[in-house]
C-alpha cells in the first residue's frame, strides 16, 4: 500500500504545533512551539495574545517541521488540523491556515477534533492497544472518561461537571502563587511533599456515575489555605509541599478509582490515559499500580504526546483520510465541538 505523509497542525490552545507523519504512525518531526513565556505573568491563558502568538508563529513551525521531516510540500499527501474543542481565536490561526493550504496545493484537508487527538496519541509509541478499551482525556480543558471502540467510535461514560483536572492544577499553583502552568510545578514540588499530609475532599459522585467534579477540591485548598494567618507567600516551603502533595493525591484518588470503576462497568482490561495531566508522574505510577494490581493493561503516551502536539492530529487525519474522508474548505472552528 501507498504511504501517507500528513502535515498536522495543532493551535487549540497556547502551543503552536506542526508534524509530519507517515502512515498515521511515524513521526518524521513534530515540533511545538510553547507559549509559557507570553502567559507566565498573568497566571493563566490569555486568549488573544495566544492568537496573536500563533500568528506570528505558525508559517514558522510548519516551515520548521517539514524541513526536519525532510519533505517538501509536493510530498504531502494530507493536511490535517485541530478543528475544536478550544480557544476559537487560537483554533482559526491553524484552521485558516490549513485551509488556505490545501487551497493553494490542492492538497486534501481534514479537520480533525481535539480530543480524539489525545485519545489517539497512544498510537504514536510502539506498542499501541487494539481495540475497544476505556479512555481518560485529562487536560487542561477536559477530564472525561470514553469508550472506544474504534477511531471515530466513542460513547461518553462521563466527564466533569465544572473544573477539569488540569485546570484545578493551575488554579491550586495560582492560588500559592507558584506560577503557571501549575501542573508541571506541582508534580515537581510534591516529590518532596508528604501526600497524606492533610487529608482533602475526594469528590466522588454518586456510585456508578463517570462524571468527575474538581471545584470543591480547589475550594478546599482555598479554605485550608484562609484558614492560616500569614499569606501563602510566606508559607515554609515544607508548608507548600504538603499542600501540593495533598491536592494531587486527592485528585489522583479520584480520577484512578472511576477510570478502573470504567473499565469494570464495561468489562474492558485495556485503559488509555491522555491528556496533559497524563503526564503527572504520582498518575502514571498510580495507574500502572492499580492496572497490575486489577490485571488490567493501562497505556499512557510519553509525556511529550500527552501535552498538546501535532503529531497526535495527524494519527487521527491519517485514519480519516485513508478513507476518503476529507472535510471542506468552508469548515469553521468550534470552541465546544463535541465528540
Ligand atoms: O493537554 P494539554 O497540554 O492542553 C489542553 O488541551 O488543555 O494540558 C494542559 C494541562 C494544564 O492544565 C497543565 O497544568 C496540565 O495539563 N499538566 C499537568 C502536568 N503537565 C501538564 N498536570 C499535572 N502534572 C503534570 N506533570
Ligand atoms: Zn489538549
Redesign the pocket.
Known sequence: MEIMRILAIET????TGAAVVLDGRKILANVVSSQVSVHQKYGGVVPELASRKHIEMIVPIVTEALEKAGVTLKEVDGIAVTQGP?LVGSLLVGLSFAKSLALATGIPFIGVN?IEA?LSAIFLEEKPPKFPFIGLV?????TSLFRVDGFGKFRRLGQTRDD????A??KV?KLLGLG?????????LSTTGDPKAIRFPRPSIRKNSFDFSFSGLKTAVVNYVKAHPERPEDFPEEVIRNIVSSF?EAVVDVLVKKTFQAAQHEGLKKVVI??????????RQRMEKEASEQKIKVYIPS?AF????AAMVGVVGYEYLKGGIRSPLSLNAFSNLPL
Not at 503557571?180 to 515537581?188: A, S
Not at 491522555?274 to 498518575?283: D, E, H
Request: one cysteine or more.
Open positions: 487549540s490552545c497556547d502551543d478550544g481535539h489525545h485529562v487536560s487542561g480543558g477536559h477539569a483536572a488540569g485546570e492544577f493551575d499553583a503557571y502552568p501549575g501542573g508541571p510545578i506541582i508534580d515537581q494531587q491522555s491528556g496533559g495531566v497524563a503526564a503527572n508522574r504520582v498518575l509525556p500527552c501535552t498538546d502536539n
